[in-house]
């Protein structure tokens, strides 16, 4: 894959995983919570969430706001230095992660809050959203991609 086709691939995967999430959360938000039968696995509310992961820093609005624009930057400034080392699924993985941070971010300054709305019924777990699911399954794949890259190296 050359440098313009990652680039192209990385901005198109951050648009469609940004469109995702958005319009999946709006769908769950308004209509589908109030279908979904109960069950063991998971419920479907809504919980205004002004932290982070696990509520911390706890309306530090301002705060979250600068550092995921801080995170953005520098995750999109590394990548563009990089892109040629990444490979498809890095740049796919790394995509994944900028939508997520991104879509926190929109709600964090278009609501004041991050709306959560997912809770699982078999752990006490905190309630989460599609973004969330996004930032942790693209970290995992990145630092799984990092360990096998640097395993395979020696």
């Known amino acids: ?22 319009y999946l959360s ?6 589908l919570r109030f279908k979904l039968t109960e069950n063991n696995v998971f419920d479907l509310i809504f919980v205004q969430n002004t932290g982070a992961a696990f ?6 609005k301002i705060f979250l706001i600068v ?18 080392k990444y490979s498809a699924t890095a740049v796919f993985w790394t995509a994944m992660l900028v ?13 004041g809050y991050v709306r959560d709305f997912i809770k699982l019924n078999f752990i006490d777990f905190p309630v989460f959203n599609i973004s969330d699911i996004f930032i942790n399954i693209s970290v995992f794949a990145l630092v799984v991609i990092i360990i096998k890259n640097n395993y395979l190296r020696k």
């Open 1 to 22: 894959m050359s440098k313009l086709s990652k680039i192209i691939y990385f901005f198109i995967s951050i648009i469609f995983f940004t469109i995702f999430d958005l």
């Open 67 to 84: 550092l995921s624009i801080i995170a953005i930057t520098l995750i999109l400034v590394y990548a563009f230095k990089n892109i040629t």
């Open 26 to 31: 709006e769908k769950i938000l308004n209509e």
């Open 55 to 60: 509520s911390i820093f706890e309306n530090s």
């Open 99 to 111: 939508a997520g941070i991104t879509c926190n971010l929109y709600e964090r300054i278009a609501f």
